[in-house]
């Protein structure tokens, strides 16, 4: 009731959540009450209100992914983590708000509302996993789940001062979860503490027969690593990371964070990541080609919104025979999907054409690889990497919207663990002169989680 009550006088102001389960969570949380006075044993997260990103499969309740091609679909299934975080006893208190589709690093994508930094509600507070970052924030959900496919966990948490983590690829399953870019997507938690953020994903985490990308490995303890000696852990830091371009607020926060952990044992010492420059035009490149691939499936038929205009469009080269069916699905498209959607959609397309496949994608997943190998190298020197989250603090609403480029350029420190598939956490590490929160990202390799949330910066 707290959190609702919380929500109620709150959100109006911010738009974290697209949705409130107002009645539900009450009912909920009344239910394991009740099985508690009984004395049944009750799971790790009970009656605790956890948030979900919109973009994770409800059943029977709508899932829009903030696109109005989906605004009024309602998966017959639950998405694999929300039946743990039913089954841990968690309260589903909403979902939260994102770019369309996860497409974006501002939530301004989203085609049903804005959210709003609780910070300074002039500014973004990241994306894609926006509301789900906000809202902890705001203090109107300890816990949310948010999605990462190139930052979008890490990044929000960062501009919104709160700590998220990207979990290696297939330590979550994704069942459930609407693809974006499948070899890229994963789960994780956010929280206002890294022990929170542990107890999150203890929950999440977990080999699935229904993903077969996750990993049959066991899921540790978290939480339990919060608190041990730092004692010789050997944290590398990437010098462009620290160089002309990152706000001098940043730098300076980070480098004192790094201070704190050499003064309890670390040292900190200097790798070379030699190809993350290129680690944008990868991402862009191979996020396109599979969001093209995986956003074929909206077509007007299989889900969600369907054109009411019965008007053929004029399509050189259709025969009149299939004119009605191709206008059906591109003006189903066409009015369904956003322009940030599209945009992907056909830089995507393009780079799979034939004649261009080889010099784009396939040139991509070749340096994706060499990204990857920077980082097998590197964790042979150090056990974590520490670095700035983003170069800058939230920035104003509307500031880079009519500037795809310069927002895709957000994702610079990001992206690379996407692509390498290894996991990292962005945990809170002080203000700018602004009073906006700076992140500082841990980058672990495959499986490392425990590593990276052992951090001393549990703060709020
Ligand atoms: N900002 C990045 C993009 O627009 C990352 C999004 C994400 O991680 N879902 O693709």
Known sequence: QAYLDRIAEHDERIGAFLRVNNDAALEQAAAIDARRKKGDSLGPLAGVPVAVKDLLCTRGEPTTCASKILSEFRPPYDATVIEKLRKADAVLIGKTNLDEFAMGGSTENSAMQPTRNPWDTDRIPGGSSGGAAACVAASM????????????????????????????????SRFGLVAFASSLD???????????????????????????????????????????????????????????????????????????????????????LPHSKYSVATYYVIGSCEASSNLARYDGVHYGYRTSSKEPTRDEGASE????????????????????????????????????????????????????????????????????????????????????????????????ANLAGICGLSVPCGFDGAGLPIGMQLQAPPLAEALAVSTPYDIV
């Open 141 to 172: 959900a300890p816990l949310s789940v948010g999605t990462d496919t190139g930052g979008s966990i890490r990044q929000p948490a960062g501009l919104c001062g709160v700590t998220g983590m990207k979990p290696t690829y297939g330590r979550v």
């Open 186 to 272: 994963q789960i994780g938690p956010l929280a206002h503490t890294a022990e929170d953020t542990a107890r999150l994903l203890e929950v999440l985490a977990g080999h699935d027969k229904h993903d077969a990308t996750s990993l049959d490995r066991e899921v540790p303890t978290y939480s339990q690593t919060i608190g041990q000696p730092l004692e010789g852990l050997r944290i590398g830091i990437v010098p462009e990371q620290f160089e002309e371009g990152v706000s001098e607020d940043i730098k300076s926060s980070v480098r004192e964070a790094l201070k704190v952990y050499e003064s309890l044992g670390a040292t900190v010492s200097e790798i070379k």
């Open 321 to 416: 025979a299939d004119n009605a069916l191709v206008s059906m699905y591109r003006r189903s498209r066409a009015e369904g999907l956003g322009a940030e959607v599209k945009r992907r959609i056909m830089l995507g397309t393009y780079a799979l054409s034939a004649g261009y496949y080889d010099a784009y994608y396939l040139k991509a997943m070749k340096v994706r690889r060499l990204i990857r190998q920077d980082f097998d190298q590197a964790f042979e020197q150090v056990d974590v990497i520490a670095g700035p989250v983003t170069a800058t603090t939230a920035f104003k609403i509307g500031e880079k919207v009519d500037d795809p480029l310069s927002m895709y350029l957000v994702d610079l420190f990001t992206v690379s």
